[in-house]
């Protein structure tokens, strides 16, 4: 880094001056981006937001707007437009949008928290030397999302519980099918169980069943 910081400074880019600069929040959730916009002073100027670089992570991470000439100028005023995904450029406080006679500082907001939701499913249960196993089954809108079994707070035996989708991950925009299980002990024969989702409260028949070999 040290050798990278002390080569020369390019000829053909300068820190220009910008009029206005946002943070705003991406599609995806906790996901951020810069937008920044002004007037750049040649018509052919390219402009770029460009991070600095740190050694270890700053309170707010400066981020220079930068504009660069390619061959001859030519001096006019134009107008620019130009963002940049703040993904693993944010300080622990923020950003600081840096301009040629001035710069911005922006709080990025904290991530939100993604609370789990009611899914929907299709249900099996079997009790099996002792203990209850059941299962749910279904296809979800796209990969990246946890699906899970979650007992309800509530002091009743046998134990119901909640079925739980985490959309907080990412993953490809295609119909994902899923199966999870869960499981309680039981010394007596249980009838059946009661599992909850988007649907409402579904009374599931507990099969008897045998170990194998």
Known sequence: ???????????SSRL????????IQGIVPDRYILV??????????DVS????????????????????LRGIGLPALAPYHVSLPLDGVIGTQGIEVI???RSEKFDVPPKTEVKPKL???????????????FSATGCLRRGGIRVFFEQKPIRIFPPEYDLLQDDSGFGPDVLTPFCVLGSFNADE????????????RHEVVVEQ???AG
Request: proline letters at 6%; a negative charge.
């Open 36 to 45: 920044v916009s002004g007037m750049k002073p040649y018509l052919n100027m």
């Open 49 to 68: 937001l460009i991070p600095r670089i740190y050694a270890r992570q700053p309170e707010y991470w400066g981020i220079e707007v930068v504009g660069t």
């Open 99 to 101: 301009g040629a006679n």
């Open 16 to 23: 220009i001056d910008f009029e206005k600069a946002e943070v």
């Open 189 to 200: 024969p249980i009838k059946s169980i009661f599992l909850h989702d988007a649907r409402g």
């Open 209 to 211: 069943g045998e170990l």
């Open 119 to 133: 899914s929907v499913g299709y249900y099996r249960a079997v009790q099996i030397s002792g203990q209850v196993i």
């Open 1 to 11: 880094m040290k050798e990278f910081l002390e080569a020369p400074v390019s000829e």
